[in-house]
């Protein structure tokens, strides 16, 4: 009964992370395609470290809403 309940334990945590790393992907696929340039073009051969920062912050908002919503 007890290891039971552990392998539930187990796998429902693996059902939400993966389900929240879905999430979090198609949020950043949204982010990308709702600005109206390549958010990875900027960042990355433009150098533009604003973005990069304002990217960084959405992405821990995001990982904070999705960690909290599905606890």
């Given at each position: 009964?007890?290891?039971?309940?552990?392998?539930?334990?187990?796998?429902?945590?693996?059902?939400?992370?993966?389900?929240?790393?879905?999430?979090?992907?198609?949020?950043?696929?949204?982010?990308?395609?709702?600005?109206?340039f390549?958010?990875?073009?900027?960042?990355?051969?433009?150098?533009?470290?604003?973005?990069?920062?304002?990217?960084?912050?959405?992405?821990?908002?995001?990982?904070?809403?999705?960690?909290?919503?599905?606890?």
């Amino acid at each position: 009964m007890d290891s039971q309940l552990h392998i539930e334990y187990i796998v429902s945590s693996l059902v939400y992370g993966v389900l929240g790393f879905i999430l979090f992907i198609f949020s950043l696929w949204i982010m990308e395609k709702l600005t109206p340039f390549s958010l990875q073009k900027k960042i990355t051969e433009e150098a533009n470290i604003a973005l990069a920062i304002v990217v960084a912050a959405m992405i821990i908002a995001l990982g904070l809403i999705y960690s909290a919503a599905i606890q």
